[in-house]
């Protein structure tokens, strides 16, 4: 009996070990999960001839101050801003940036645009990328919306676990020089 008694303990510790191998391991070792959408810089007022690919468009003018200037009796103020979403936790990090350029008279967008750049690190492989393109809103519109997404893989470095992922970024540049997510 007591034999039995120590070959079943030795059976049940044999198949905890065994399903400890083949299970990933508890807490940090899987990606934690997507960041938030964040803000990383601005938005900060610049002078029109600063916003990308407006060169001499509709809003160069005399203005009162860096970032503005006249239109149609309006006053045009322009921001820039960069907004960054993705995956990090102690392993690394994988990340999505926008980069956002927007002029409003504070009722309507009167000019935007957007690019795109891409972060990684650690035991993050960015695989694919997709955007910026126009998602909503519109020029005339009180606001104007980016989106992109990227597709990332993390694995580790000395065992085969691996995790797959998205990552949406959507923000909204309003004609009164906020940013939403």
Known sequence: MRYGLLLASLL?????????????????????????????????RIAPSEVPGLGA???RGAGAAKGTAGFGGYLITCWAGTARSGSSDWSGHVYIYQHLYWCGNGAVVTYATASQTYEQAGWYTLTNYFGPWWSGGCAGCAYQRVSGYILWNWHTALVNISHSGTTNLDTTMWASGGVTF
């Open 12 to 44: 049940a510790a044999l198949v905890a070990a065994t399903s400890a191998l083949a299970a990933p391991p508890a807490g940090d070792a899987l990606p934690t999960g997507e960041d938030l959408p964040a803000l990383v810089s601005g938005p900060t």
């Open 57 to 59: 468009g509709p809003v």
